[in-house]
């Protein structure tokens, strides 16, 4: 910021214009301010060079009317004294110092970077692009119909026949489509008869259970055989079978119990042997008191035969 400079010079014999604040007058030296205290200079851009004022030049004369004229000698006219420049006022002695200019702030050297943090960056960036990776290459013809095949192998009829429906608008060769039409019709075959035979196993189980209920295991063994002659074993079979021997072994060892009661060694003995041959485990013991009781009856039948001597 320029500060406020004088229009003229102080001394009235010089009186030219004064392009910059100045201590003393560049025409004619005479002092302009009083001397100010020392202040803290403001940081200012530097002055402009100074350009002297335009003389006026005077257009020629031609030499015919030139005139030799004498150049009166006039004696020097004596410099007045400079007036003297009255005090700055305490206002403007005791202005504030102008603030320097702040320096721009610069920020600290940044540390480089070590290796531990890139490698650490390129792990993250490793796991990120493991985890957003772009989903794999579109399977082709032959595995889509694997895949529907399998479908159609887990009785997912719909997902197949969607698949396949895929694979027609998709005009895939007509080697595959028949391939898989073929697949889904021998496995709608097999998944129909799987259905039937569950249904029509729930209506076994209720009507064997119901049979060993009532007392007729032999009823629930003929029921099971049929179910069997048609479907075939599998676990669940096996388990059932194993129940109704369970029951008409115990029927067998019932009608032992009775014969036993009424002192029958024959029916006693048929009894036992019937329940026998069914190996149950669960009875082994059943049908070991009732054998032991079977030989008792026969001792007691061998001893009432013999006839007592002396009679």
């Known amino acids: 910021m320029l500060e ?106 940044r540390p480089p970077v070590r290796l531990r943090t890139w490698i650490a960056a390129a792990v993250v960036l490793t796991g990120i692009w493991f985890f957003n990776k772009p989903a794999d290459k579109p399977a082709s013809v032959a595995e889509q119909v694997e895949a529907a095949t399998a479908l159609a192998a887990q009785c997912d009829l719909d997902g197949a026949r969607s698949a396949l429906a895929v694979l027609k608008s998709a005009k895939a060769p007509a080697a595959h489509i028949k391939r898989l039409q073929a697949n889904i019709t021998k496995s709608a075959a097999t998944c129909d008869r799987q259905q039937q035979r569950a249904q029509a196993w729930l209506a076994l189980q209720g009507s064997v259970n119901q049979a060993i209920d009532a007392g007729q295991p032999e009823l629930a063994a003929t029921r099971l055989a049929v179910y069997v002659k048609r479907w075939g074993d599998d676990p669940d079979t096996l388990e059932l079978d194993a129940r109704v021997k369970v029951a008409l072994a115990s029927a067998r060892l019932d009608l032992a119990d009775a014969c036993l009661a009424r002192g029958d060694r024959v029916c006693l003995e048929s009894s036992l042997i019937a329940a026998e041959r069914y190996k149950r485990p669960e009875l082994a013991a059943r049908a070991q008191a009732l054998r032991a009781s079977l030989s008792q009856l026969l001792e007691r039948s061998l001893l009432d035969a013999v006839p007592v001597s002396g009679q």
């Open 4 to 109: 406020t400079v004088n229009d003229v010079c102080l001394n009235a014999a010089c009186g030219l214009t004064l392009p910059l604040r100045v201590v003393y007058c560049p025409f004619c030296g005479a002092r302009q301010v009083a001397q100010a205290p020392v202040l803290e200079k403001a940081v200012a851009p530097p002055p402009l060079p100074r350009m002297p004022p335009p003389v006026p030049v005077a257009p020629p004369i031609p030499a015919s009317q030139r005139a030799p004229q004498p150049v009166p000698q006039s004696a020097p006219s004596p410099i007045p004294a400079p007036k003297p420049v009255p005090p700055a006022p305490a206002a403007a002695a005791k202005a504030p110092p102008a603030k320097p200019a702040a320096r721009g702030s610069v920020p600290p050297p």
